[in-house]
C-alpha cells in the first residue's frame, strides 16, 4: 500500500478480491485522518500569530505522524489477518484431529482478525482526541480542515467497529469476547467528541 498509486488500490478495494476490504479501508480513513491533523500543525507552526501555541502544534504534529503510520500499517495487516481465517476454514476437517486442529485455527484466526480493526479503532479515537487538541490553536484558515479529519477518524471508528464485531460474533471464548468488546466501547466513547467538534467549527465558520 505504500508503493502503489491510490488508483491502483482502489481498483483492487473494487474487485473480487477479499482483500483490501473494509478494514483496510477504516485503516485508510484513520490514516487520511491524521494527516489532515498534520496538515493543520503544519499550517500553523512558525507563524508569529499564533506562537503561543508552537509547542501544543509541535507535539501535535509528532503525534499525527505516528498516528498516521499506524493506521497505513493496520490498514496493510487487515488484509494478511483476513487471509489467515480464510486459510484456517480451508484446513482439511477429515477426523477428529483435524477438525479440533481447523476449529483452534479458525478461532485463533478469528481473534486476530478482529484485534486489527480493534488496533484502527484505537488509533481512529486518538486522531479524534488530537484534533480537539489542535482546535484551539490552529491556523483559521485550515478550521474546517480540523473538523474534516475528526470526521474522517469518527468515519473510521465506526468503520472498524463494525469489522471487530463481524468477528467477535463469531468467537467462541466468552472472555475473549467481553475484552474485545469491552475494549471496543472504550473507543467508540471518541464519537462524542469528534460530533462536537464538527458542530463547534460549523458555527464559527457560519458566525
Not at 499550517?43 to 498516528?67: C, D, N, Q, S, Y
Not at 485550515?142 to 471487530?164: I, Q, T, W, Y
Request: glycine share 4%; hydrophobic share 50%.
Amino acid at each position: 500500500m505504500r508503493e502503489t498509486t491510490i488508483d491502483d488500490w482502489l481498483t483492487d478495494l473494487a474487485s473480487e478480491l477479499p482483500a483490501p476490504g473494509g478494514g483496510a479501508a477504516a485503516g485508510m480513513s484513520a490514516a487520511m485522518a491524521a494527516a489532515l491533523v498534520s496538515m493543520v500543525c503544519n499550517l500553523t507552526i512558525g507563524k508569529p500569530k499564533f506562537a503561543e501555541h508552537e509547542a501544543v502544534m509541535r507535539e501535535a504534529l509528532a503525534e499525527a505522524e505516528r498516528l498516521r503510520g499506524e493506521a497505513l500499517q493496520l490498514a496493510e495487516d487487515d488484509a494478511e489477518a483476513f487471509s489467515g481465517v480464510v486459510a484456517a476454514y480451508k484446513l482439511p476437517k477429515s477426523s477428529d484431529a483435524e477438525k479440533a486442529a481447523r476449529t483452534a485455527a479458525i478461532q485463533a484466526g478469528l481473534v486476530e482478525a478482529a484485534a486489527v480493526p480493534l488496533a484502527v479503532a484505537k488509533v481512529s479515537a486518538e486522531v479524534i482526541r488530537l484534533s480537539g487538541r489542535v482546535l484551539e490553536g490552529s491556523n483559521p484558515n485550515v478550521l474546517s480542515d480540523v473538523a474534516v479529519a475528526a470526521s474522517a477518524a469518527k468515519s473510521a471508528l465506526e468503520s472498524a467497529a463494525l469489522n471487530v464485531d463481524i468477528n467477535v460474533v463469531a468467537i467462541k471464548d466468552p472472555a475473549e469476547r467481553e475484552r474485545l468488546a469491552s475494549t471496543l466501547n472504550e473507543a467508540l466513547q471518541a464519537k462524542v467528541q469528534a460530533e462536537a467538534i464538527m458542530q463547534i467549527v460549523a458555527k464559527r465558520i457560519r458566525a
